[in-house]
């Protein structure tokens, strides 16, 4: 085993690994700062005088909007559920996630067919009360507003799962000792409870801020202007990619502010749990008029998140799904599958090999590179496509011009038409999402078993194997699915990336319900919630499971 | 050994095959559902298999350019002249040489060097509610932005390549400092910010929240088509008027083809351009989507007919694609969403 030999500079070979993964996954997104060196200065005069300032603000007010009503939503449903006993408990426990299967943009777009001026809603109370337009005053749901709930009625999961697991792994003898020197219930949950699981929370609020400044379908149907929208109308409409660039450039640097700020207010909290299992908190039973009113609350988020359009999907679907329901469809069905199977393994794989890699050489410069990787969530999908699409067809003509050369045949565009493409970039843009779970459930594991595995004379892969994963499988388990559930309802970068023939359930979504046949896309819209829902029941019955870090301590 | 079988699967898998009889490759800005018919018979006809992949139309420019001559697309179809005339100014495309149908199209509907055509046409009327606007009333565009109008006219967002396609038509048409005029009347009149695509214009409409709305007609044309009773109600309260009869025409604009620079299947995609001209495609337009045929001699559907005959602008669409900068930064400046 000569090899060995050159491997004990596995250190070395971990860090370089890591420089070198970042680099192609983060490649897509500096191609996007690369447009910063050729100033548009007559574009953006044009932009500065007219939209900007509009861009800028609603960006702003969508993505803190959605920060803070996923935190109340996400927070309160995470305290109810981890710590209290009532009717419907276990059910709610997987009830609650199901928005999470629901893509933003058909929340969108059935919400607005329910609520809109010509929808039954309006059109049933204006029969009724024989009212014309202007007599009333209704709430239009294509505002700022409107969006930001629809946003934080999908993506408030973030916050629920993250709080939930902080929640009840907070030993009870915490909230003894609290009692026992005389500290009021409500002054223990805002003074212990709440820091304590700030950094989980603020990790959640920071994922869904993130998703809403990418979101681009939403903020579209509405017609607001963002920068998602401004980036397209900037390419597309004035036909200037490289001004667009620069937009999306100056949205990835808000998303650079925000997790500034939210690794700052938790740099200086360390919290470790010992490996063995601390003493569970009991849920409290709730008795007399909060059993009843606790579950009614956990419902609304789910109600509204979840079965109102999903009634109105099957209604719509009801009456189209006919001529829909074909061989063609499940092999929609199957692609989206297994694609989404794909890129939630590699994701995780990558993320748990960078965390780990991170917790290894916790140097700045391999924080500074993972960080980077991670603001792939932030940026447009459609962005880094382009990206990456731009980067992959320059190595596949250069692949082919080599093989021309050598053996005079051209392979084709091997990676930029292939589903490589796909997988490359999903990795990129959700890597995010994998990190931030891999990170908290490898933050609480403590540094000195990896010492005391070292000290046994195991290497890291071995460590992170037999040890980590197994002492944070929730962590990683919830992961897989955070990614297999974005993948599968990820748009832009599949529309633009497929190889021939290839369609996907969001890209048939999509293309029905933006040639405004809204029915037409119920099915396909019903079928990726379904397929989402699968991972999201395994997940709660694993979650639901006692905590695993007892079993492998000893 | 278990874990490089694995690796050689997934490689695989995620490498497309490679498929070796006459084919013809297609990027689309088509949606599949409006196109894959037509492609299945033509499959049926002549044995040549068409691959498709569907996307925005000025994504699959920038695949194709960054593919470069490695691209295996041999055909680029769009649903606006604009895209055609960026893919033809990037050097994307080549001359249709031997198809026989190009002599047939009007001349503003093909490109003076042959590079593309269209395959289908679109219109772009007014859409007035029928009980609470006198159709004498209106009869121009321009006519929108006097102060009757206030507050009751419906349009979707500026970020729209139909409103993009429209407005760079008065561009060219009235010159820039009309054009900017009539976008910040009509701005002026809007009865809400606009939101939505067409359809959802035209239901603003039906229900009384504005009295006009610009949309285009087979978006009503498919409502009127449609399976769902409230659809079909509301689209039976509009009424389409011809603007412009009297002078230039009401605006229109195509979906067309280009046959890219690479081609590596020219003689099948030409087949393929041949049969998207024929007869029978052609009507299948019309009464599939209710889209207008580019030749002349073909019949129009039933629902077609009833909208009415129209006089269109005849400025070449090649311009539309020049002016589309131009038209956005009025629309920013005017203040149009």
Same mark, same amino acid.
């Given at each position: ?21 970042? $680099? ?162 409500? %002054? ?47 390419? $597309? ?160 003509? %250069? ?59 195991? %290497? ?95 | ?36 018919? &037509? &492609? =299945? ?44 005339? #960026? ?22 509907? #093909? ?62 048409? &009235? ?52 399976? =769902? ?37 020219? =003689? ?45 602008? =005849? ?23």
């Amino acid at each position: 085993m000569k090899f060995s030999n050159w491997f004990t500079s596995w250190f070395n070979s971990w860090y370089v690994g890591i420089v070198v993964g970042c $680099f192609i996954l983060a490649a897509p997104i500096g191609l996007v700062f690369v447009s910063v060196f050729f100033p548009q200065i007559e574009i953006w005069q044009h932009l500065y005088s007219t939209v900007l300032i509009d861009y800028i603000v609603n960006s702003l007010a969508l993505a803190f909007g959605v920060g803070v009503l996923v935190i109340i939503i996400g927070t309160a449903l995470a305290w109810c559920i981890a710590r209290y006993e009532f009717t419907g408990r276990k059910q709610l426990q997987w009830l609650i996630l199901l928005p999470m299967a629901m893509p933003a943009y058909i929340i969108a777009y059935t919400y607005t067919g329910l609520l809109d001026f010509a929808g039954p809603v309006q059109t049933l109370l204006r029969e009724t009360f024989g009212w014309q337009y202007g007599d009333y005053y209704f709430p239009d749901i294509r505002t700022l507003s409107g969006a930001i709930i629809m946003l934080s009625l999908v993506l408030y999961p973030y916050v629920y799962m993250l709080a939930k697991t902080a929640f009840s792994e907070q030993p009870a003898s915490l909230e003894e000792a609290s009692r026992s020197l005389g500290v009021s219930a409500s %002054k223990h949950l805002f003074k212990v409870v709440l820091p304590l699981a700030r950094p989980a929370i603020l990790m959640g609020a920071a994922l869904a801020m993130m998703e809403a400044f990418a979101d681009y379908g939403t903020v579209q149907y509405f017609g607001l202007s963002t920068f998602t929208t401004g980036i397209f109308r900037t390419w $597309f409409g004035l036909g200037n990619g490289i001004a667009a660039a620069q937009l999306a450039a100056m949205l990835t640097s808000f998303v650079v502010l925000l997790l500034v700020i939210e690794y700052l207010s938790r740099r200086k909290i360390r919290y470790y749990f010992q490996g063995q299992k601390p003493q569970q908190i009991n849920r409290q039973k709730l008795t007399g008029s909060s059993a009843f009113w606790v579950p009614f609350i956990c419902v609304i988020p789910v109600l509204f998140g979840f079965i109102l359009p999903v009634i109105q999907l099957f209604n719509w679907a009801s009456k189209t799904y006919s001529k829909q329901l074909n061989s063609e469809f499940w092999l929609l069905l199957w692609n989206s599958f297994y694609l989404a199977a794909i890129a939630a393994i590699t994701a995780v794989t990558l993320a748990l090999l960078f965390a780990y890699g991170k917790r290894l050489n916790p140097s700045k410069t391999i924080r500074f590179f993972v960080g980077v990787v991670s603001l792939g969530y932030a940026v447009p999908g459609t962005v880094i496509a382009i990206g990456a699409m731009i980067s992959l067809s320059w190595i596949d003509i %250069k692949i082919n011009m080599l093989t021309e050369g050598w053996f005079d045949v051209s392979v084709g565009l091997v990676l930029s038409g292939s589903l490589f493409a796909l997988v490359l970039v999903y990795s990129s843009r959700f890597l995010a999402v994998a990190m931030h779970n891999i990170d908290t459930g490898l933050a609480r594991v403590k540094p000195s078993m990896d010492d005391a595995a070292r000290s046994l004379g195991h %290497k890291p892969l071995q460590i992170l194997r037999t040890i980590h994963v197994p002492l944070m499988k929730t962590s990683v388990l919830s992961a897989l699915l955070l990614v297999f559930v974005d993948v599968l309802k990820e748009l832009p970068a599949t529309l633009i990336l497929r190889p021939f023939n290839f369609n996907t359930l969001a890209v048939k979504a999509f293309e029905l319900a933006s040639d405004e046949r809204l029915m037409d896309a119920a099915l396909p819209a019903l079928a990726i919630v379904s397929v989402g829902i699968l991972p999201v029941i395994l997940l709660t019955m694993l979650m639901d499971k006692p905590s695993e870090n007892s079993k492998q301590s000893n | 050994m278990k874990n490089f079988i694995c690796f050689v699967f997934v490689v695989v898998t995620m490498v497309s095959p490679i498929v070796m009889a006459e084919q013809v490759n297609l990027y689309s800005a088509r949606k599949e559902a409006l196109i894959k018919p &037509l &492609l =299945d018979k033509f499959t049926q006809e002549t044995g040549i298999s068409v691959n498709l992949v569907t996307g925005n139309a000025d994504n699959l420019i920038t695949r194709l350019k960054s593919e470069g001559k490695y691209s295996p697309a041999d055909l680029l179809l769009t649903t606006d002249v604009g895209r055609l005339y #960026r893919a033809k100014q990037q050097d994307l495309t080549q001359e249709i040489a031997t198809s026989e149908a190009i002599s047939l199209l009007p001349n503003n509907l #093909r490109d003076e060097q042959g590079h593309w055509l269209g395959l289908s046409l679109r219109a772009r009327p007014l859409m007035v509610s029928v009980d609470r606007v006198d159709f004498k009333t209106l009869t121009n565009l321009e006519d929108l932005v006097s102060s009757e109008w206030k507050g009751r006219v419906c349009i979707r967002s500026s970020s729209n390549i139909y409103n993009q396609s429209m407005v760079a038509a008065l561009i060219a048409q &009235l010159g820039e400092s009309d054009a900017q005029e009539w976008v910040n009347g009509l701005v002026n009149n809007f009865a809400r910010s606009p939101q939505g695509g067409d359809r959802d214009q035209i239901k603003a409409v039906a229900s009384g929240m504005c009295d006009v709305a610009i949309a285009n007609t087979y978006y009503l044309a498919g409502m009127l088509s449609s399976e =769902d009773t409230t659809t079909q109600e509301q689209a039976k309260k509009i009424k389409v008027i011809w603007p412009n009869q009297a002078d230039r025409g009401v605006h229109i604009n195509i979906s067309g083809v280009a046959l890219t620079k690479n081609a590596p299947n020219k =003689d099948a995609a030409i087949k393929l351009i041949d049969f998207l001209l024929s007869k029978e495609s052609q009507l299948w337009y019309s009464t599939a989507n209710h889209e207008y045929p580019v030749l002349a001699d073909i019949a129009w559907s039933e629902l077609l007919q009833s909208f009415g005959r129209f006089k269109t602008e =005849d400025v070449p669409l090649s311009r539309l694609g020049e002016l589309n900068a131009e038209a956005v930064q009025m629309m920013d400046r005017a203040g149009w969403k």
